[in-house]
């Protein structure tokens, strides 16, 4: 909620979306008053102030929001009255076809006959609107407009594309102030900035939207996090798996994803009469897996992991570099457990989820139980009692081990309820990070089984579960909490050799070569500069540990060392610089 100040000295407390709304009308009367041509499409408040959508003759530059900026705040301090008022559709229709909206008059057409239709007035300017608005333009204060980005008319990539201007306003210069300091630290944090500085990864459009490639540092990164997470699965009796990144559509017809998911499934291809799609998921592929051959109860729980590439077809609005993709690599598994083995491997995946966040130094998140709304008989499997079975048994494991969560209905897989694990970053709004899901229903429809103790077939229940996720969203993430500066153990390059002329580069050839021996990754800085660029260089690309080679640590056959952290450490002997490496490494510090 905003406090904003009334005349006559009053205050009110509105809610953030009006404040926001009310300021994009604000800056589309601006905008029609710079750029008369200017046609309107919409304009709402979203979590994060407002934008509006505009199609106008030539794209606004820099300089032009500068100007709408201007425009708006003599708006903002003419304190014009917002006006509330009602057409019917016929004169609203004429209205805005009189003020050449052609956008307002396909809106006003489209709604139902029996809808109201509510025009907002202030000074020369009317939109078409449900509102609510403030009293007036001068109850806004202060006001940024952020960017300016593509959006087709009404998201739909056949229509037309328009220019939308994204924007925010405070009632306070003061929380405007901090709230861009926060942008500013977003921007910093950006794993996009950061995955271009630091050589993690690359996009081209010549490859396609949403395809990120791993270049050589993101690839050791990738693969120092895979070696974790199976390692950690291997303790705990996982088997890892390696199946195919497509499948058959009779595969997801059986499993029900094809028509839960299709749509964001990339198309099915037509091949010697057989039709197949990308994966977008992988349970379907571990169920077959495990019917490949008859079990016993003896045998279970039997863990299935595979770290699985997937792709999803995401709309080129939402894709954000590794983060939100076409293409991404879970760290599946899918446990096959006995109903009486829910419990314990439940609450083994909960641990794990645990053990690894510790390891990450995660300490920001909480747990949803996200639950099925029994109202959408659409989404969700029809079958009550599978549902009501699962959703009280997976309560009932929560409290028994004693975690505490927030129930939200609505949020379940289609075929069953699921433990979400919410983070809250360095910067934006949560997001699920981990999750854990109870599932009696692709079992039956995979009709899988095993005998128990008496000799009779039972159906096995599966917990799907994800400890990062998708490696991909787990690196964008570790990278914006981090900065990029990834603790010893995780950093691309450990150390960086930085001799202080040629005369030393022999020196740091041997030293580089015991280090990779030991499995220390470094690297050795050659370049005929002086050692302080050297230093800078290293800094910028975040290397955890730097080693000066000069004369004096040739004479003792040592090692200068410098931390990214601590500053200059001293000489130290190269054999007491490899425990301290591996002591961080093993210990996941720093």
């Known amino acids: 909620m905003f406090k904003i100040k009334l005349d006559g000295g009053r205050t009110r407390e509105v809610e953030e979306k009006t404040y926001w709304h009310t300021t994009s009308h604000i800056m589309a009367q601006a905008i029609k008053r710079l750029f008369p041509d200017t046609k309107l499409a919409i304009g709402p408040a979203i979590d994060n102030g407002f934008y509006y959508d505009f199609d106008a003759e030539k794209p606004f530059s820099d300089d032009d929001l500068v100007k709408i900026e201007e425009e708006m705040k003599k708006i903002i301090k003419e304190n014009l009255p917002i006006e509330r008022f009602v057409l019917p559709r016929a004169e609203a229709i004429k209205l805005m076809e009189e003020r050449k909206e052609p956008y307002k008059v396909e809106l006003i057409e489209d709604l139902p006959d029996e809808a109201e239709l509510s025009f907002y007035k202030q000074g020369e300017f009317t939109d078409l609107c449900k509102g609510p608005h403030l009293e007036s333009t001068g109850n806004v204060k202060a006001v940024k407009l952020l960017s300016v980005a593509g959006a087709y008319w009404r998201g739909n990539e056949k229509n037309k594309m328009l220019q939308r201007i994204y924007g925010i306003s405070f009632p306070k210069a003061s929380e405007l102030e901090e709230y861009l300091q926060k942008l500013e630290e ?6 996009r900035k ?17 395809l990120p490639m791993y270049l050589p540092n993101g690839y050791v990164i990738w693969q120092i996090l895979e070696d974790y997470i199976k390692h950690k699965e291997r303790k705990l009796g996982y088997k890892h798996v390696l199946t195919p990144p497509l499948g058959s559509v009779e595969l997801y017809k059986t499993s029900g994803h094809w028509d839960h998911y299709k749509d964001s499934m990339f198309p099915k291809m037509e091949i010697e009469g057989e039709e197949f799609v990308l994966r977008p998921m992988n349970c379907p592929h571990h169920m077959m897996i ?12 039997i863990r299935i992991g595979e770290i699985a590439r997937d792709c999803r077809f995401e709309a080129s609005g939402t894709l954000k570099g590794i983060e939100r993709a076409r293409t991404f690599c879970q760290n599946d598994a899918h446990l096959f457990v006995t109903p009486e083995q829910i419990e314990s491997e439940f609450q083994s995946v909960v641990n794990l989820i645990l053990e690894a966040y510790k390891d990450m130094n995660i300490t920001q998140y909480r747990f949803e139980l996200s639950l099925r709304d029994p109202e959408d008989k659409v989404k969700y499997y029809p079958d009550d009692e599978m549902w009501n079975n699962a959703e009280n048994k997976l309560r009932q494991v929560l409290n028994d081990i004693g975690i505490e969560y927030e129930e939200k209905i609505g949020e379940a897989a289609f075929y069953g309820p699921k433990l979400d694990v919410q983070v809250k970053p360095a910067v934006g709004n949560e997001y699920t990070l981990s999750t854990c899901q109870l599932d009696f229903c692709l079992p039956m429809k995979f009709n899988l089984n095993y005998i128990d103790k008496d000799g009779n077939k039972k159906t096995p229940v599966v917990i799907h579960r994800a400890i990062f996720g998708s490696i991909d969203r787990f690196i964008a993430y570790y990278l ?26 022999e020196y740091a050839k041997k030293i580089h070569d015991l280090l990779e021996d030991v499995g220390i990754r470094a690297e050795i800085d050659g370049r005929q500069e002086k050692i302080g660029y050297k230093i800078r260089e290293a800094q910028l690309q975040k290397v ?12 003792a056959n040592a090692v200068g060392v410098r931390s990214r952290i601590d500053g200059d450490i001293g000489q130290m002997s190269l054999e007491d610089f490899i425990k301290k490496i591996k002591e961080e490494v093993n210990h996941y510090s720093k």
């Open 480 to 505: 914006e909490e981090t900065k990029g500066a990834l603790p010893t153990w995780l950093a691309p390059v450990q150390v960086k050799l930085l001799p202080i002329s040629d005369n030393h580069i």
């Open 186 to 191: 977003a921007k910093q944090r950006d794993h």
């Open 544 to 555: 955890p540990y730097m080693i000066i080679l000069g004369d004096k640590e040739v004479e």
């Open 194 to 210: 950061l995955g271009k500085e630091l050589g993690i990864f690359m996009t081209s459009d010549l490859v396609g939207k949403g």
């Open 290 to 301: 495990y019917s490949n051959e008859l079990h016993s109860y003896r045998d279970l729980p």
